[in-house]
């Protein structure tokens, strides 16, 4: 989608500014002053993407940036923290969730500043192969989590993690051994646990709602993150969108 005059103003000052390099030795001066160019470049092309996925998710960019949360010191850090993620060249192909939980970050009232910058983190180091499986787990259990401010069916099982089933489910999509690798990536990042609730006490102390004794199942944590990454319950990847 082509940028818009006042959009393409906003990418030109973005990218006014580069380091400059000199030398007194003039082969390294030229090594250095290519170098300087490619990692330019690659910059400038990560700038137009990011600005292009904002430019099909918000109506007014500059308006965006120029809300009350992004003005305050936590919407600072916040957007600064997912900013240098999304230009990141190493982490370029989940830019357009980057640029989701950018869009999110003011709009999610269900998270504290620490959780959606731990979301951040989750996000920064798991593979894109990983989230897509995560996507289809959503999808397959998010109706059987139990929400910590929701009534919820005390009777109902806890969405139980198994490689079995979930290999059995979505071995159309992925290798089996792809499924159990990002299992155990997810498992790592925290996403699923043996508790399947928490609850608040009197003494506003959280206390197990229940669980497995030895099995992992899928959590309210993995589902806000999972939703902190979409817009409007969806998970765009490789031209398959992924429902809530």
């Not at 009350?68 to 600072?76: L, M, P, R, T």
């Not at 923290?81 to 999304?86: C, E, N, P």
């Not at 992992?216 to 765009?236: D, L, P, Q, S």
Request: charge should be negative; include cysteine.
């Amino acid at each position: 989608m082509k940028l818009n005059e006042r959009e393409s103003d906003l990418f030109q000052a973005l990218i006014g500014t580069s380091k400059s390099a000199a030398s007194l030795f003039p082969v390294l001066g030229q090594a250095i002053a290519g170098y300087d160019s490619y990692k330019r470049s690659i910059f400038e092309r990560n700038l137009e993407k990011a600005l292009k996925h904002l430019h099909e998710k918000v109506e007014d960019i500059q308006a965006f940036f120029e809300d009350d949360w992004y003005k305050s010191e936590e919407g600072k850090l916040f957007g600064n923290k997912v900013l240098d993620a999304a230009l990141d060249a190493q982490l370029e192909d989940k830019q357009e969730l980057f640029i989701n939980t950018l869009i999110n970050g003011p709009r999610c009232q269900s998270s504290n500043q620490l959780e959606k910058l731990k979301f951040v983190d989750i996000l920064r180091h798991m593979s894109r192969a990983s989230l897509m499986v995560l996507a289809d787990i959503h999808n397959l259990l998010v109706q059987q989590v139990r929400r910590e401010n929701q009534q919820n069916d005390e009777l109902e099982a806890f969405p139980l993690i198994s490689v079995q089933n979930l290999t059995n489910e979505l071995s159309d999509k992925y290798h089996p051994y792809l499924i159990n690798s990002a299992i155990k990536e997810m498992e790592g990042q925290g996403l699923f646990s043996n508790f399947g609730s928490w609850k608040k006490d009197g003494s506003g102390k959280y206390r197990s709602a229940g669980g497995f004794e030895s099995d992992i199942c899928y959590t309210e944590f993995a589902a806000k993150f999972v939703e902190f990454i979409m817009i409007n319950g969806k998970f765009r990847g490789h031209n398959t969108e992924y429902q809530q």
